[in-house]
C-alpha cells in the first residue's frame, strides 16, 4: 500500500474514489526547504538526502492538483488533516474552496524549537486545516482521551481542554537517529488519528516522507498506505515499516474514564421521564433547592443540567406541585 511516486499520479492509478477514510497531509512548503537547517541552526549529518521542494511559482497549482485528489479517493464522512505553514497557506485554502470539502476546524500547532530571528516575532506555529468530504455522518470521537468529567490540572474539563483549537505539542528530539528532512511528531499524529478514525479504518498520508503517519496509524490499529517521491526515503523507511507492529502504540495511549452523561444524547423514554419527575417533586418536599435537585438527577440519569431542567420546565404538573409548594412555605412563614 506504499509506492515510491508523486501523489498525484500515483493516486490516480491506485486509489478508488471514496476508498479512504481519512487523509493526513504534510505538503513540502514551497520556501527552499532543503535549507531548512540554516534557519533552526541543526546538524543535518543523519536527515536523508533527496529532500524534494515544489517550486513557489508552481505551488497554486500543485495544490490544486493534489486537494482535487484527497477529496476523490476520500470517502463521505472521511477526514482530511493538511499541516502546513504560512508563506503558502493562501494556495491551500483556494484550493480547498474549490472543492465540496467542509471545513471542520483551522487549528493552530505551537511547538517548540521555533525558528529564530532577531528583527521579527519567532516563528513557532503551524497551520492544521481540518476539512471533511460530506455525505455522511463524520467521524469524530469527542471523548477519544477524556471522559465528559475527567479534570485536567488547572481544574478545568480535560475534554473541554483537549478539543480546544489550538495544540502545544513539542516536537521530537531525535540526535543521532536518521530521520526525514521534517517529520510530525508521534502524539501530534495520534491525537488527530484517534479523534478522526476508528480502528481498521484506512489512513492515507499522500506524502509520507519519514513514514511517521503511516507507522502511527499502523500502531493504533488502523491501516495504512501513501506515497513518497524520494527514493532514498522510501527505500530506507519501507524497511523501516516492516518493524512497525500493529496496534502496540494503543497501550500507551490513556483511555478515557466512563462518561458521567452516559445517557447524553438518547431518547428519553416515558418511563424515564416520569421517575425523573417523580424524584425531582420527591427531592423539592424534602426541602432541596432546584439546583441541587437537578444535579442530583443528572448523576443518577447521566443526562445534562438543561436537559432535565427542560423537562422539568415542559411538564405543568410538575412546575404546578412546586408552585404550590412555595407558596406553602411562604405562608408558613
Same mark, same amino acid.
Given at each position: 500500500?506504499?509506492?515510491?511516486?508523486? @501523489?498525484?499520479?500515483?493516486?490516480?492509478?491506485y486509489?478508488?474514489?471514496?476508498?479512504?477514510?481519512?487523509?493526513? @497531509? $504534510?505538503?513540502?512548503?514551497?520556501?527552499?526547504?532543503?535549507?531548512?537547517?540554516?534557519?533552526?541552526?541543526?546538524?543535518?549529518?543523519?536527515?536523508?538526502?533527496?529532500?524534494?521542494? =515544489?517550486?513557489?511559482?508552481?505551488?497554486s497549482?500543485?495544490?490544486?492538483?493534489?486537494?482535487?485528489?484527497?477529496?476523490r479517493?476520500?470517502?463521505?464522512?472521511?477526514?482530511?488533516?493538511?499541516?502546513?505553514?504560512?508563506?503558502?497557506?493562501?494556495? =491551500?485554502?483556494?484550493?480547498?474552496?474549490?472543492?465540496?470539502?467542509?471545513?471542520?476546524?483551522?487549528?493552530?500547532?505551537?511547538?517548540?524549537?521555533?525558528?529564530?530571528?532577531?528583527?521579527?516575532?519567532?516563528?513557532?506555529?503551524?497551520?492544521i486545516?481540518?476539512?471533511?468530504?460530506?455525505?455522511?455522518?463524520?467521524?469524530?470521537?469527542?471523548?477519544?482521551?477524556?471522559?465528559d468529567?475527567?479534570r485536567?490540572?488547572?481544574?478545568?474539563?480535560?475534554?473541554?481542554? *483537549?478539543?480546544? *483549537?489550538?495544540?502545544? =505539542?513539542?516536537?521530537?528530539?531525535?540526535?543521532?537517529?536518521?530521520?526525514?528532512?521534517?517529520?510530525?511528531?508521534?502524539?501530534?499524529?495520534?491525537?488527530?488519528?484517534?479523534?478522526a478514525?476508528?480502528?481498521?479504518?484506512?489512513? @492515507?498520508?499522500?506524502?509520507?516522507?519519514?513514514?511517521?503517519?503511516?507507522?502511527?496509524?499502523?500502531?493504533?490499529?488502523?491501516?495504512? @498506505?501513501?506515497?513518497?517521491?524520494?527514493?532514498?526515503?522510501? $527505500?530506507?523507511?519501507?524497511?523501516?515499516?516492516?518493524?512497525v507492529?500493529?496496534?502496540?502504540?494503543?497501550?500507551?495511549?490513556?483511555?478515557?474514564e466512563?462518561?458521567?452523561?452516559?445517557?447524553?444524547?438518547?431518547? =428519553?423514554?416515558?418511563?424515564?421521564?416520569? $421517575?425523573?419527575?417523580?424524584?425531582?417533586? $420527591?427531592?423539592?418536599?424534602?426541602?432541596?433547592?432546584?439546583?441541587?435537585?437537578?444535579?442530583?438527577?443528572?448523576?443518577?440519569?447521566?443526562?445534562?443540567?438543561?436537559?432535565?431542567?427542560?423537562?422539568?420546565?415542559?411538564?405543568?404538573s410538575?412546575?404546578?406541585e412546586?408552585?404550590?409548594?412555595?407558596?406553602?412555605?411562604?405562608?408558613?412563614?
Open positions: 500500500m506504499f509506492w515510491n511516486m508523486d @501523489c498525484i499520479s500515483g493516486a490516480k492509478k486509489l478508488a474514489d471514496n476508498s479512504v477514510d481519512l487523509i493526513i @497531509c $504534510d505538503p513540502p512548503y514551497g520556501i527552499n526547504g532543503a535549507k531548512l537547517d540554516k534557519h533552526y541552526n541543526r546538524n543535518e549529518d543523519t536527515v536523508i538526502d533527496g529532500y524534494i521542494e =515544489i517550486p513557489a511559482k508552481e505551488y497549482d500543485f495544490s490544486i492538483q493534489w486537494i482535487k485528489e484527497a477529496q479517493i476520500l470517502r463521505p464522512g472521511g477526514s482530511i488533516y493538511i499541516v502546513s505553514g504560512y508563506t503558502n497557506l493562501r494556495h =491551500i485554502l483556494n484550493a480547498l474552496a474549490n472543492t465540496e470539502l467542509t471545513e471542520i476546524n483551522h487549528i493552530i500547532w505551537k511547538y517548540n524549537f521555533g525558528v529564530y530571528t532577531s528583527k521579527k516575532f519567532v516563528s513557532s506555529h503551524y497551520h486545516l481540518y476539512y471533511a468530504k460530506p455525505g455522511r455522518k463524520r467521524t469524530f470521537n469527542t471523548f477519544a482521551f477524556f471522559s468529567s475527567e485536567a490540572q488547572n481544574g478545568g474539563a480535560a475534554n473541554y481542554l *483537549d478539543r480546544e *483549537d489550538v495544540w502545544t =505539542i513539542n516536537r521530537e528530539y531525535k540526535p543521532g537517529q536518521i530521520k526525514n528532512k521534517n517529520q510530525l511528531p508521534t502524539a501530534l499524529l495520534a491525537k488527530m488519528i484517534m479523534y478514525s476508528n480502528p481498521k479504518d484506512l489512513v @492515507c498520508d499522500l506524502f509520507l516522507g519519514s513514514f511517521s503517519t503511516a507507522k502511527t496509524a499502523l500502531e493504533l490499529d488502523r491501516r495504512a @498506505c501513501g506515497f513518497e517521491l524520494n527514493k532514498a526515503a522510501y $527505500d530506507y523507511q519501507i524497511k523501516e515499516i516492516k518493524k507492529k500493529s496496534g502496540e502504540l494503543l497501550k500507551f495511549i490513556k483511555q478515557p466512563q462518561n458521567a452523561l452516559f445517557n447524553k444524547g438518547k431518547p =428519553i423514554n416515558n418511563q424515564e421521564k416520569f $421517575d425523573i419527575l417523580k424524584e425531582y417533586s $420527591d427531592l423539592y418536599r424534602q426541602g432541596w433547592t432546584q439546583k441541587n435537585s437537578i444535579e442530583q438527577i443528572t448523576k443518577k440519569y447521566g443526562r445534562g443540567y438543561w436537559a432535565i431542567l427542560n423537562l422539568i420546565k415542559a411538564n405543568p410538575s412546575n404546578n412546586q408552585q404550590n409548594l412555595f407558596n406553602q412555605k411562604s405562608l408558613d412563614i
